[in-house]
């Protein structure tokens, strides 16, 4: 049985290095969640049920105090670990009393500190005696692996999940964790996962790599090829329809765990160019290749042409930045504003 945990901290960074501190599953513990703050974080608890949540004392929309307060009111079996900044112990006393059953700096926090602090709750808890897992999942080990952790996952693993030739991955940055809405950015995979339920002849795997960006490792035949270009691109302008503004990124082809970081790494690189596709949620690695070296117009340099009176090279700047635009958007809705704007 494992002991499940939730993490509430407005801190980006922090609820990245507790996520990571430890291999959870292999300890006996589970997280199954985290939150940007506390008003979210009793959304999370309602919905998962953890048995402990470890919880900044400073945060927005609900402070940490009044977070504890409302935990023990309504959660009475949780419980609670504050993280603090503070070394004060009027804070300490004032955490403790609000309901908290313990209390942790967040400048000494480490593994092994880490690991002590869920044992002693864990055993607070009546009847709870979590079960440590040698071995950790294929998602939690990819998960590990594409965020630079240290890992044991093996390409015969990888292999034995993603059995065909090919691989791919479907991938985008979303920014939940720093606006608030990780929430939404479940029911996204939920979304994601129900779609490619129906697709038999593939293998799709959904992992929420960070808060920020989703990936969709997918695994088919070499005959395949064009059929899981049509299917990816049909469930990207689906979730476009439910999510208005999303923008993935179709990425290189490899043919094992060799290149999944690498495609993950370039795929990423390309998740800026959104400013320049704004026209479509979809997006092809290969094709941006070719634009993403020109992306930058120097109106300087352009400036200083016209002043000296260089005609034909301001000219031929300006037919490349039209170039770039026709590339990027399209010939039919360059021409289409050109003639609107020709005929005024």
Same mark, same amino acid.
């Given at each position: ?11 980006? %960074? @922090? ?36 048995? %402990? ?5 400073? @945060? ?32 300490? =006393? =004032? ?8 209390? %942790? ?18 055993? @607070? ?14 998602? *939690? =080990? ?50 994601? +996962? ?5 697709? =038999? ?23 395949? *090829? ?9 469930? %990207? ?41 704004? *026209? ?9 290749? +070719? ?54």
């Amino acid at each position: 049985m494992y002991c499940k945990v939730l993490i509430v901290d407005d801190e980006y %960074i @922090m609820r990245q290095g507790i996520r990571h501190m430890i291999e959870w599953e292999k300890e006996g513990y589970q997280l199954v969640g985290e939150a940007a703050n506390g008003e979210e974080g009793l959304l999370m608890i309602e919905e998962h049920q953890p048995d %402990i949540v470890l919880a900044d004392i400073v @945060m927005p929309v609900l402070d940490g105090m009044d977070f504890a307060v409302i935990v023990k009111k309504r959660f009475p079996k949780v419980r609670l670990i504050m993280l603090s900044s503070y070394d004060d112990f009027e804070y300490v =006393k =004032k955490t403790l009393l609000s309901g908290a059953c313990d209390y %942790i700096l967040k400048p000494s926090l480490n593994q092994e500190e880490l690991l002590g602090l869920l044992s002693r709750t864990a055993g @607070m808890i009546p009847g709870m005696q979590p079960e440590k897992n040698q071995e950790l999942s294929v998602s *939690e =080990k990819l998960i590990r692996y594409l965020n630079g952790y240290e890992t044991d996952l093996k390409e015969g693993d990888f292999r034995q999940r993603f059995p065909y030739t090919n691989c791919r991955l479907l991938l985008s940055r979303d920014s939940i964790g720093q606006t608030g809405r990780l929430e939404e950015g479940m029911e996204l995979a939920h979304f994601i +996962k129900d779609y490619w339920k129906e697709q =038999k002849d593939f293998e799709i795997e959904v992992l929420n790599v960070d808060e920020e960006v989703c990936v969709m490792i997918l695994n088919y035949r070499i005959r395949d *090829e064009e059929n899981m270009l049509e299917q990816a691109e049909q469930c %990207i302008h689906k979730l476009s329809c439910y999510r208005p503004g999303s923008f993935w990124i179709y990425g290189t082809l490899f043919h094992g765990m060799a290149g999944l970081r690498d495609s993950y790494q370039r795929g990423c690189d390309l998740f800026d160019l959104k400013f320049y596709y704004k *026209e479509t949620p979809f997006l092809c690695a290969a094709s941006a290749k +070719k634009c993403k070296k020109a992306e930058r117009f120097s109106y300087e340099q352009y400036a200083e042409l016209l002043k000296y009176r260089s005609f034909k090279r301001s000219a031929q700047a300006a037919g490349s930045l039209c170039d770039l635009y026709v590339q990027l958007h399209g010939r039919g809705v360059f021409i289409k504003k050109y003639r609107k704007k020709s005929d005024l």
